[in-house]
């Protein structure tokens, strides 16, 4: 069988492979990715772009992006614009 990438990689995944191997690199990287993220954010707040999006992509519990993301769940409930 002729294998035209290297499975198990990220490789792998730019190609849309979504074979077990190629899915499980993809997860642990992006795991990677967010566990630098959140110590980005520890290092340095100012990185953070906040409001909605801080509190769940970076994990910012500022007020401000606690307030964005109840805000925003409260509009999704009420389907409020
Ligand atoms: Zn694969
Ligand atoms: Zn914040």
Redesign the pocket.
């Given at each position: 069988m002729n294998i035209p990438w290297p499975?198990g990689t990220m490789t792998?995944y730019k190609h849309h492979?979504s074979?077990d191997?190629?899915r499980e690199a993809n997860r642990l990287y992006h795991r990677d990715q967010r566990a630098k993220r959140r110590l980005r954010t520890k290092a340095d707040p100012s990185v953070v772009p906040h409001g909605l999006g801080g509190y769940k992509n970076w994990g910012c519990h500022c007020v401000e992006c606690t307030k964005a993301n109840a805000d925003h769940s409260f509009d999704q409930y009420y389907g409020r614009s």
């Open positions: 499975h792998g492979c074979c191997y190629c």
